[in-house]
């Protein structure tokens, strides 16, 4: 036994290296290629750990032996014996953007989400985790403004790229076999580099930001089995304070001649605020084969008194439902252990723009793999098509097409055979 | 622990793979929403001084143009060019049997002309009664050499500039016989010998003279003067010619002198190169006028008020637009389709030349405005503005327009200055906000 925790530890210490290692990757490469981007903070991301992405990426009252649910701690209370589940994730994305007039594909993929669970004793585990929380990548070519005084205009093209990570600590705890509490403590850490190019006449003005942000995020969980084939899933995360700071050049040509106008560092930015989360959801089996679980998500952007821009925030509402099938967990033929998934979300989003909401919609289908008989380890493989936006008047309407693969390793997979 | 390793090594493969593919898309969606973080504004509001000053002298020796002439300018008063030079022959050897027959000057046009060329002009053609002598190894505009008071011949022709190729005036031959003689004689065989005889001719316009002032060529091939002899012969004589020319090489043997009589005008103030004429005491008007040495002197006294507008910014352009005074130019004064622009320091000395791209700054006549009949010179000068703005401790500098060859001609250009009420001299400034909020 003694031995067994001494592996585990070393193998913590490992992977926590390797997630600090990763995190620089993870916060440069991006993600997505949504002129909604340009907004907030940027679009939340479409990657996630385990199965939620082909569950309509939700999934609060989810919880299980075999898997990593990270959308609420409670989970991490699921009862269990020498718990050790490592995740890791991919995500491709291929974006199609039109307007009135235009159509555009964008492609995104990397890398996208590293987690572990490990049990403390049999009624509580925890995890760390690193996920991207919203990614930047956009890229407007063209835009044409006044010259004030004149009726001249000036081009000006705006490029963006960064993402915004959370590193997470989950806790969760199983109380009288039916109810599991949980809390996560959230860093969100990253930056956001925009450049902005202006070309007026023959001059030209190069404006480079990079800004970064930081913060930490509470969060609580709670999961209850109300019956057998019925469960439910409660989280709450609290509004936090993301402070900014930025590093700015900027250039000019000037009379054919490149010079520097000001490097400065440390500027202070405003704080971002994230609003106040409350998400709830059911988990239904009415037959072994079959689970079904159907979520609520409320943010109140409004309260956060943020403007941007162009577009005002408002709050969020997400509605999402999935489905999963599993012939039987404990066939012989490969072919039954495979778990197969659907899911759908409908998510009004957090901007408006001109009065228009920037609402998405997605569908998503799944498929989980077993690894091998004995262990719950997977590879998950699932599909999301989501339609962002609009074309009414000058909006871009996004068609994204991503591929979510992930890779859980359960525990036994890390421990020699009893029986070697 | 196998598996772990082989954990450990997939997660560091993945790592390693990740795939980024961050091009630049070329199709453009979604800029119509989106507003550019930075503000370009236009304005020309900021006051443009307008001032006159006139350099003590200017340099006109190392020319390759004789400049003669005079005639009255409505402007720039009584305006009168003569010019001085050396001449002397490459060899000092002549034929002992040679006979002279005649002398003559040749003065090539070299196409340059000032005013009306339709009224009669006399060339008077005098005897240097001093040596051109340099002090600092080059003559001024207001250099002059003692000559001779009467002249050795006096010439009155309608100048054709254009469509003739040379002037030829025959001078009496009492006044080459003694030089060519002495050649002859081998008493004059160096040209500090020549100097003991002849110093050399200066050519100044008839006193009455209200006509033009014409350029030729100092090059030896076209100008020189020339003495026709014949060497007998059993059947015919053989003529031959013997030149004497203005040497180009070592210190300058050739200058104009070009003064003008301002008496009465608003310029009559600038007798000194410190004084600035501000427009306002000149008909609302810079004045420019080549070989004299009147500038026009331009600053923006109060161009660093652009700091007022609220937020960081920068300046993307600067140009200035002059306005030459509608009725001024003609085609018997044209103005130069360009401008030369140098700084000068608070004494009005010329420091450098400004630039633009690498290539020194020129006024450039707008096209664009031209097709209205609007000439106006527009003169880039960001740069220079972006030095003022940044500049930390207050410089009285300014830059001076005037057109080229500044030192080989007479061409005027009047300016409207900044209370003109045709069109005020402005500038044009694009500026660029590129952040709002901070100050």
Redesign the interface.
Known sequence: MMMKMN?QIS?FI??IG?LS??SS?AQT??LT?S??S?FGLGIETGSNVGKNAALGRAGYALYGQDFINLENPASFGTQSKNRFI?D?G?L?ELSS???AN???N??????SS?AFLASVDEHSSFGLSLSPYSDV?????????N????F?Q?V?N??G?GALNGLTLSYGRSFWNRIRLGAKVTYLFGSIE?T?A?F??????T?VEESSYRGLQLGLGLQTDIASYLSYGFTVNFPTELSGNQD?I?Q?T????Q?P??SETD?DLDPFDLPFEINNGILVKPWQQLSLNLDYSLKFWEATGQTD??GDFINQSVFSGGAEFIANSEGFKYFQRVQLRAGMFYDTGYLS??GEDISSMGFSFGIGFPLSRRTGSRINLSYTNIARGSTNG???DENINSVNLN?T?KDI??L?RKID | MKKLCISLGLTALVVACAVDTSEIPTLEVGQEFVDSNVRVVTTDTFTVAVTTFKFDSIVTSGTDRLLIGQYPDEYFGQVKTATYMELAPLTYSLPSDAELDSVGLVLGYDNYFYNDTTQLSVLNIHELSDELRVSDNVFYNTSSIDFEPVPVFSYSFFPEPIDEDSLFIKLPIAFGTELFNSIQENTINSVDELRESFKGLTIQPGESDASSVIGFSANPSRSYLRFFYSIPDEFDDIEETYDFVISLSGLPKVFNAIESDVTGLPLDTLIDEEINLPSSQSNNRGYVQSGIGYVTRIQFPTIKQLFDIPGQGTILSAILQLKPSPGTYTDLTPIRDSLIINLIDQNNRITERLFFGGEPVYGIINEQLEEFDELIYEIPIGVYIDRELNETNEIDDAFVVFPPEFGRGVDRILLEGENSEDFQAKLILTYAIYDDENE
């Open positions: 592996k193998l490992g992977i390797l290692f990763t990757i490469n991006r290629g002129p909604y340009l490592f890791i991919f491709g953007l039109e307007n235009t159509e555009e964008r492609l995104a993929s990397n890398f590293l990548g956009y890229s407007l070519v063209g835009i044409e403004s010259v004030e005084g004149s001249d000036f000006s705006i490029f790229t925009e902005e202006v007026a006449g023959i001059s030209g003005l404006v700015r900027v000019k000037l009379d054919l001649v010079s106008v000001e500027i821009n162009v723009i001109r000058i909006l871009v890779i390793l997979w890390f020699k």
